[in-house]
């Protein structure tokens, strides 16, 4: 199998890509060749909406404990 | 956004999280402060093989039975595959007192619509204090698996309303049949 490498091609999240050679056997291997400006713009906005996501998820997790522990657990009464 | 940023980010997510678990901690320790919330904590060793002739585990004195202070203390043998006896009679609104053992592998028990919920260990005797509210039926199963049998083993805990419980001379009242 031939591999080629250093062809100047549009990946699929529409970001220029540099032909660079690379000395890794397999295309897995080969590092993304993108620009360390692209990939700041891009991780920009990123972690509002993972932040977002996830304030979201805890607060739910907390509502749902609480509603169970106030309206299920204490309300069967103690044991000890 | 830099390292610094990310890590301030990661800091102030920590923060929250820690802030989460400190709200349920605080929960936690506040209820069972003001409520005198624990868990059952009652160990105690009993023979297994003795149990059906001597101790307070013999058939005769299994079952619910009021003390002289009023409280009642409910006796039951968990077994393959059955618990000992199919029902217990208990009135509302008095402290009860479960005192359970094992004769041959662990079985576990829990009251359907209560905390109560225990394992029961042969060699052991697992003790738990509560209180029924509200009179009605509630189911038992064992909830550790057992053997074969063990989706068969249950139980039922009748909570009669106070002016029902009659217990007769020897501070005993057993389950009418059918139930």
Redesign the interface.
Known sequence: MTIEFGHERDSENGMETYPEPSAAARPQDVADDVREEDL?RV??DV?RGA?AL??IA?AL??IL??AI?FGV??P????? | ?NERE?LR?ELR?VL??AG?VG??VA??VI?SAA??????SNVETIDPTALHVEGEFVESNLGAVENPDGTITARILATQFMFVPRCVVVPAGRRVTFRITSPDVIHGMLID????NTMVMPGYVSQ??????EPGDRFVPCHEYCGLGHGGMWSMIRVVPENEWKPDADGRMTCEFPY
């Open positions: 700041l991780l920009q972690p932040f996830c304030a805890v997790l907390i404990w609480l522990y657990f204490l069967r009464g103690p044991v000890s | 956004m990310i980010t997510w929250i999280v989460a709200i349920i929960v936690i209820s409520m005198v919330l624990h868990p059952p619509g209560t905390n109560v738990v204090n509560t209180t029924f509210p």
